[in-house]
């Protein structure tokens, strides 16, 4: 068990819909990234917060949008859902927010668009 | 480009025998870290290992070891005395400094899948 944790587990909805994927990181840890598992595309960064304030993108569409809360967990927001956007979706956090923070990642929300 | 290269898709190991994962990277960047992650078939991304630009040293983290040679960039994972518990998919993830400003996820490899076999 990492101490990082996602909810909810497994989400099925329809093209069109919005959903939101909850992450809480590790007791300590300010940083937190959302990465994006298909088959196609492999394991994609998206997004990186620091304590609150956005620090990185990366491949994230302009149907997504992430946030981090002043109890440091975060939520990724995915609208207009696509049958392409089917996904396990993975946060993991750090400690800090540089190159040498090791990253650990939670169990994974798996996002099946119908 | 591929930023991270893993040349080998699958491997069949036979248990109790060493394993090395290849994985090749490609950066200008003087500083960046480098990971291996493990991923069984449940899902979950395990990190094994983590080895830094300017470690002298390779990293070693009990049956984990990194074989880092920076001139040919490569990090090759090696797995000593294989169980049939390693058996997942592997992935070697590169990130680079923050010289360029601002600073990036973990750029992934394809993974290699490895069996291990009684």
């Known amino acids: 068990d990492s101490g990082v944790t996602q909810t909810p587990k497994h989400l099925i909805t329809a093209t069109g819909q919005r959903v939101t994927l909850r992450c809480s990181p590790r007791?300590?840890?300010?940083?937190v990234y959302w990465y994006q598992q298909s088959l196609d595309q492999g394991l994609q960064f998206l997004i990186q917060?620091?304590?609150?304030?956005?620090?990185a993108k990366g491949n994230i569409l302009e149907r997504f949008s992430a946030q981090q809360f002043p109890d440091l967990h975060s939520e990724l927001n995915l609208s207009s859902l696509e049958l392409g956007d089917s996904a396990l979706y993975f946060c993991?956090?750090?400690?800090?927010?540089?190159?040498?923070?090791?990253?650990?990642f939670g169990p994974g929300t798996r996002l099946t668009v119908t | 480009a591929q930023k991270i290269t893993q040349t080998q898709p699958g491997m069949f190991v036979q248990e109790k025998e060493a394993v090395t994962l290849d994985c090749t990277y490609d950066?200008?960047?003087?500083?960046?870290?480098l990971f291996w992650y493990k991923q069984p078939s449940s899902g979950e991304m395990i990190f094994l290992i983590y080895?830094?630009?300017?470690?002298?040293q390779n990293a070693t983290e009990g049956r984990y070891s990194l074989n880092f040679q920076k001139a040919r960039k490569s990090a090759n994972l090696v797995i000593s005395a294989s169980q049939l518990g390693d058996s997942a998919m592997y992935f070697c993830?590169?990130?680079?400094?923050?010289?360029?400003?601002?600073?990036?996820?973990?750029?992934f490899g394809k993974g290699t899948h490895l069996i291990i076999q009684p």
């Open positions: 993991a956090s750090s400690v800090g927010g540089g190159s040498f923070a090791e990253q650990y």
């Open positions: 007791s300590g840890d300010l940083s």
């Open positions: 917060y620091y304590n609150g304030e956005e620090r």
């Open positions: 950066t200008s960047d003087p500083s960046y870290g």
């Open positions: 080895q830094g630009s300017y470690d002298q």
């Open positions: 993830a590169m990130r680079e400094g923050d010289s360029g400003g601002g600073a990036d996820g973990l750029t």
